[in-house]
């Protein structure tokens, strides 16, 4: 009963065949579809009143919060093995790449390839906590994130009959009484979970989420080995740029507790749809969770399928837009963390496919960016004073939103910063001053106390993929114009409430193009800027970024 059946079998995450049978082609949409964006007819109908693991769910949740500071705290003692092995493993990258290349010119790779080796070795927390850092594009060194690009997807699978164990304890009956066929074989395995491809007796399709046995304890004593050694390794590694080790660690514990309870992802999946109908959003769907089949370490969804998000050809053949799949996906964003305080925290192309259609199907939620109403708030004042140019009013939202201490003194900091001063053209500039610039710039923000907050950082990690997005789907967009369509839909969808809470009258203010020009690092004499433009200039920058570090090793 449990080896595959002769039917296909999706080769990626997420990516089974048609999702199950529904009603008849051309009749109405299910009627779950009213208050959620999924597909017209999935293979069951979701009943609010009906769903037992969502009962308790805002108890789960502050539970697993109150959970993250007793986790931080730092121990007298902490988990002595894990701690050792931590040392030991990333203390020897350390010493080994400072025996052998610290003074190679390419020796920022090399240091990231060592702490890439090291996280793998120590296996899933450490894995899990380099794929977010190789999300962080703009926020770590390129080498780094280039580097621990490589750790995604690339954990073993485990055992057939430990998934087994799981799936029974978590659900309460035999596989053999929960599905009529299960894949042995799993869709993917990552750090946390990994998926299997099964359908029910009801012969609806499905994916089937299983966390890894231990994986919890593990990540639980990862984390205050972590908390234990990070102080220890601040100004120690030449790569972690702002996100500072301590930081890190506290971020990476937020991010990554709420991700082991697989019945707060489900809720994600339902929050996310429920905006994205809300907002009629329509192009983009969320898989239905089961409304029974869901606990701690078990998730059995509906399965969807489509075009991989890159593969422009297949999608160009079926007639789709591919720049409004980029401007939907920018909108839903946008609109899900200034609205409504939540959005899906990890898109990358694992994460959603293209249907025939032109719908795009969001998978995989643990990673959900929720703002209280205070920094949904303080996030709306931040992008909103950023189409008007007035820079300390967007340094006020960032220390809201908890990129600075609460007592940062925003006037000094504007000061050192220079946000008066004109705007400095990195292509303009020699290699020399670039490298001081960015050295200046980032001990003036240390010094303020400045760290990444868990949700800024999700929405950045977004907006890099699609803004790498573009560069396959989209070279020749214009990026000026691209914002002012965006500014046009916000300022006639929610003026009335940026103006409420922002006090900018959306619909009569047109925005600054001057200080969109300067975001972008361009002179205000551009008339436009497209992404093929946009990347020459970022390659540019780091080719004499690069130039400057090997005559500086060559000097050393």
Same mark, same amino acid.
């Given at each position: 009963?449990?080896?595959?059946e002769?039917e296909?079998?999706?080769?990626e995450? *997420? ?5 199950a049978?529904g009603?008849?082609?051309g ?7 009213a208050?959620w964006?999924?597909s017209d ?7 609010? @009143?009906h ?5 308790e769910?805002?108890?789960?949740r502050r539970?697993?919060?109150? $959970? ?12 002595l093995?894990r701690?050792?092995r ?10 080994a790449w400072l025996l052998?290349?610290?003074r ?5 790779r ?7 080796k ?5 296996g ?8 977010i850092?190789? !999300?962080g594009?703009?926020l ?8 621990f ?20 304890v ?7 009484q ?5 894949d042995?074989?799993?869709i ?5 979970a990994?998926?299997h491809a ?15 046995p231990?994986?919890?304890? =593990? ?8 908390t234990?050694?990070?102080p ?6 030449p ?5 500072n080790?301590?930081?890190?660690v ?5 991010t ?5 309870d697989?019945?707060?992802?489900a809720?994600n999946?339902l ?9 009629d959003?329509r192009?983009?769907?969320?898989p ?13 969804? $509906?399965? =969807?399928?489509?075009?991989?998000f890159?593969?422009?050809e297949?999608?160009r053949?079926a007639g ?5 799949l ?16 939540v959005f ?5 192309? !694992?994460?959603?496919v293209?249907?025939?259609?032109g719908?795009t199907? *969001?998978?995989?939620f643990g990673?959900?960016g929720?703002l209280?109403e205070?920094?949904?708030v303080?996030?709306m004042?931040? =992008? ?17 939103l ?5 007592d940062v003194? *925003?006037?000094? *900091? ?8 004109p ?5 303009? &500039?020699?290699?020399?001053d670039l490298m001081l610039?960015?050295r @200046?710039?980032?001990k003036?923000l240390l010094?303020h106390g400045?760290?990444?907050p ?5 929405f950045v990690?977004?907006?890099?993929f699609?803004?790498?997005a ?7 967009? @214009?990026?000026?114009?691209? &914002? ?8 006639s969808?929610h003026?009335?409430r ?15 193009t001057?200080a969109?020009k300067a975001?972008?690092?361009? @002179? ?6 497209t ?22 090793r060559?000097?050393?």
């Amino acid at each position: 009963m449990t080896s595959p059946e002769p039917e296909p079998v999706a080769p990626e995450p *997420l990516r089974g065949d048609v999702a199950a049978e529904g009603s008849e082609a051309g009749s109405s949409a299910s009627p779950d579809c009213a208050r959620w964006s999924f597909s017209d007819h999935g293979p069951w109908v979701l009943d609010p @009143d009906h769903i037992p693991w969502q009962w308790e769910i805002d108890r789960v949740r502050r539970g697993t919060r109150r $959970e993250i500071p007793q986790l931080l705290s730092h121990r007298h003692l902490p988990p002595l093995g894990r701690t050792a092995r931590t040392l030991t493993t990333i203390g020897g990258a350390l010493a080994a790449w400072l025996l052998f290349e610290w003074r190679r010119p390419s020796s920022r790779r090399g240091i990231s390839r060592r702490l890439r080796k090291a996280f793998e070795h120590l296996g899933s927390s450490y894995v899990k906590l380099g794929q977010i850092v190789s !999300g962080g594009e703009g926020l770590f060194p390129d080498e780094l994130v280039a580097e621990f690009k490589l750790l995604r997807d690339q954990v073993p699978p485990e055992p057939f009959d430990e998934v087994r164990a799981v799936i029974e304890v978590e659900l309460g009956g035999s596989l053999e009484q929960l599905f009529a066929w299960f894949d042995p074989t799993p869709i993917a395995a990552a750090s946390i979970a990994q998926v299997h491809a099964a359908r029910l007796h009801t012969g609806e399709q499905v994916v089937v989420k299983v966390q890894r046995p231990r994986v919890a304890q =593990l990540f639980r004593d990862d984390i205050a080995a972590l908390t234990w050694i990070a102080p220890y390794l601040v100004g120690r590694i030449p790569v972690a740029a702002l996100a500072n080790p301590p930081a890190l660690v506290e971020l990476f514990a937020e991010t990554v507790i709420e991700e082991l309870d697989f019945r707060l992802e489900a809720q994600n999946m339902l929050d996310i749809a429920e905006v994205l109908a809300i907002t009629d959003q329509r192009s983009i769907i969320v898989p239905r969770p089961h409304p029974t089949l869901v606990s701690r370490r078990v998730l059995v969804m $509906e399965r =969807l399928s489509g075009f991989a998000f890159d593969d422009v050809e297949s999608m160009r053949n079926a007639g789709i837009d591919t720049h409004a799949l980029l401007q939907a996906g920018l909108i839903a964003s946008l609109e899900g963390a200034m609205i409504y305080g939540v959005f899906h925290g990890d898109l990358h192309g !694992g994460n959603l496919v293209v249907q025939p259609d032109g719908t795009t199907a *969001l998978f995989d939620f643990g990673m959900t960016g929720r703002l209280t109403e205070f920094q949904r708030v303080a996030f709306m004042r931040l =992008l909103m004073f950023g189409t008007t140019g007035d820079q300390r009013a967007q340094l006020a939202a960032l220390r809201d939103l908890g990129a600075f201490p609460p007592d940062v003194d *925003l006037e000094q *900091l504007a000061v050192d910063l220079q946000i008066d001063g004109p705007v400095k053209d990195p292509t303009q &500039m020699s290699a020399d001053d670039l490298m001081l610039e960015m050295r @200046d710039v980032t001990k003036k923000l240390l010094a303020h106390g400045a760290r990444v907050p868990k949700e800024l950082m999700l929405f950045v990690k977004n907006t890099m993929f699609l803004n790498s997005a573009t560069a396959v789907l989209a070279p020749d967009l @214009d990026m000026i114009q691209q &914002m002012m369509a965006i500014y046009t839909y916000f300022a006639s969808t929610h003026g009335d409430r940026i103006l409420r809470e922002v006090g900018i009258d959306a619909s009569q203010a047109a925005p600054d193009t001057e200080a969109m020009k300067a975001a972008f690092l361009v @002179d205000s004499e551009a008339d436009s800027l497209t992404f093929r433009e946009l990347q020459a200039r970022r390659d540019e920058v780091r080719e004499k970024l690069a130039k400057r570090r090997k005559r500086g090793r060559r000097a050393g």
